[in-house]
C-alpha cells in the first residue's frame, strides 16, 4: 500500500509540507507526521477524485510529535482518474493541495500450464470378471492350497445345522444356525472377491 507523507508544523505552527503530487494505483494512506503542538487537520477530496476515495473521517486530531495514519479506499477504475486532496490545518488558517491520481491496477498475467489430454478423462478399469469365473478360480485356488476338504466340511457343517433347526423347531437353535450360515457365507463372499 503506498503512502502520502504530509508534514505538519515542521516550520511554523499550522504549516503543512506534501508533495504537489501522488500517484496510486488502489487503496493508500495519509501519512499526518507532526512536529509540533497538537493540531486538527481536515481531508477533502474534490468531485472527480471523490467519486473513488473516500475515508472514514474527514477530520483528524494529531497528537503533538506524534503520526497518524489514515487510510484512503479507492475504487477500482478503468482509466486513470485525477483530482485534489485538500489537506486544511488551524480550522482553515493554512491549506495545501495535493494531485492524486488513481491509476488502473496493472493487468495480472494468468500463467496457462499445458495439461495432457490423457488426464482429462479418467483411466481405464478392466471389467470384473464374470461370476463364474470367479468361483472356478476360487475352486481352482481351494484345490491348489488343500482347502477343498475344509470347504465341503463346511458345507456339510451348515446342512446338518439347517436341518437340525429345521427338526428342533426351537428359537434359540434357529438363532445360532443363522448366525452360523451369516458368518459362512460371509466367509465364502470373502474368498470370492
Known amino acids: 500500500m503506498s503512502t502520502l507523507a504530509v508534514e505538519l508544523n515542521g516550520d511554523a505552527v499550522h504549516s503543512i509540507r506534501a ?7 488502489g ?3 495519509i501519512a499526518l507526521e507532526n512536529l509540533g503542538r497538537s493540531t486538527h ?12 476515495c473516500s475515508v472514514g473521517e474527514t477530520n483528524h486530531f494529531v497528537d503533538g510529535e506524534s503520526t497518524k495514519r489514515v487510510h484512503v479506499t479507492a475504487d477500482a477504475v478503468d482509466g486513470t482518474v485525477t483530482g485534489k486532496l485538500k489537506i486544511v490545518t488551524g480550522y ?3 491549506t495545501r493541495y495535493v494531485d492524486v491520481e488513481v491509476e488502473p491496477a496493472p493487468e495480472t498475467q494468468t500463467r496457462q500450464i499445458p495439461v495432457d489430454e490423457r488426464f ?9 470378471p464374470p461370476l463364474g469365473q470367479r ?14 476338504p475344509a470347504a465341503v466340511l463346511g458345507f456339510l457343517a451348515v446342512a446338518a445345522g439347517v436341518a437340525l433347526a429345521l ?7 434357529s ?12 466367509a465364502v463372499l470373502l474368498a470370492l472377491a
Open 19 to 25: 508533495p504537489g503530487r501522488f500517484a496510486t494505483t
Open 27 to 29: 487503496h493508500f494512506a
Open 41 to 52: 487537520v481536515h481531508l477533502h477530496f474534490d468531485d472527480d477524485l471523490d467519486r473513488v
Open 92 to 94: 482553515g488558517s493554512n
Open 120 to 128: 482429462s478423462k479418467p483411466p481405464e478399469r478392466t471389467p470384473d
Open 135 to 148: 468361483v472356478a478360480s476360487t475352486v481352482a485356488g481351494l484345490v491348489e492350497r488343500g482347502g477343498l
Open 167 to 173: 427338526a428342533i423347531d426351537s428359537v434359540i437353535v
Open 175 to 186: 438363532l445360532v444356525v443363522g448366525v452360523v450360515l451369516t458368518v459362512s457365507i460371509a
